[in-house]
């Protein structure tokens, strides 16, 4: 015979059976899950083509503490300079082989493997601007197409992603004030990418160095000109300090990127979350460092007029219609590659709608600048 309490006594050891199991299969689960590592840390030794100090090492920082942080620090980076590991054109290498976990440069710095990866930066211009090229990166021909060359062509051991719509180049730093094509002729130049081929067409004798060599050769003589991204690099290089005239504006290298790239076996080992954080922290990044670039850029340009005596100067119109002509010659000469051309079609198809919408809707602000700041732009 039981009595109502024997039955209480027995319901509470049926529930507490019931419930352990039914913890114990809950868990079983969550270990059995594929792809989740809640309490294991993943370091990744990445290096980038910037020097310590320079401002492209801050927007490599900038993408390696925003992934960390969205992964709950489940995801670190071990962030090394230039020359830590390798040199600066040899990051892609290494993250080939696997000497590198991730590399932070720009494609131009391995063009030489094939001509199309400056299409993915310093490529001709469409009439589209850094932003919107990026934009066609991103989407889904960019995408392919770049996966393409890396992953197909190339059999690249490598996934990349890119960020940051650099500001356009300038032409760059010279003894004397560029007032035409002439004034170029026979200069003994800096660039690298596909701009090489621009600045060789218009009489440049060029030379290709990574951002940390490029002052110790002007001091030597094995260049005299020179042009490496934006005024806050330029100026911690001391660039200031050996040329008085800085050129801005120029076709030669009008859209670049970051190329944020990771050994494809490392990046495929990583939990799917960590994956998309790395993928998709790359467009907070770009943000990041676009904010980052405009306010120091703007405020380093005064400082180099008022505070180091350099003469800023747009170039003359004349000089870029030279480097268009120049980069008519350039494609006709690479298009003969099907993949190379594959990509500039797709590229000039992108630059004729989407510069179409973009010139016609966008509003003239060099009028509203001339309202409020009169007399502040000296045209060229």
Known sequence: MTTKNDDKQVSRRKFLKTGAVAAGVAATGTVAMPNVSRAETVTLKMQSSWGASDIFQEMAKQYTDRCEKMSGGRLKFDLLPAGAVV??????????TGVLDAGHQVSAYWYGKHKAASLFGTGPVFGCDATQTLAWIQSE?????????????LKLDIVGFFAMPMPTQ????????????DDMQGLKYRTVGLATEIMQGMGLKV?????GEIIPALERGVIEAFE??????????????VSKHYMLGSYHQAAEFFEIIFNKRKFESLPAELQAICEYTAEAASTANYALALDRYSADLQKLMKDDGVTVTRTPTSVMQAQLK???????KLNQDAFFKKVVDSQRAWGERVGFYYLTN??????????????????A
């Open 87 to 96: 040199k600066a054109f040899e990051v892609q290498n290494a993250c080939h």
């Open 141 to 153: 021909d960019g995408r392919k197409l770049y996966k393409e060359l890396t992953q197909d062509i």
């Open 170 to 181: 300038p032409l760059g730093w010279f003894k004397k004030e560029i007032k035409s094509v």
């Open 207 to 211: 030379t290709q160095l990574p951002g």
């Open 228 to 241: 490496f991204n934006n005024p806050t690099s330029d100026r911690q290089f001391g660039a200031q300090n």
């Open 326 to 332: 120049a980069w008519d010659t350039v494609l006709d």
């Open 362 to 379: 966008a509003a003239d602000y060099e009028l509203a600048y001339n309202h409020y700041f009169p007399g502040k732009l000296k045209k």
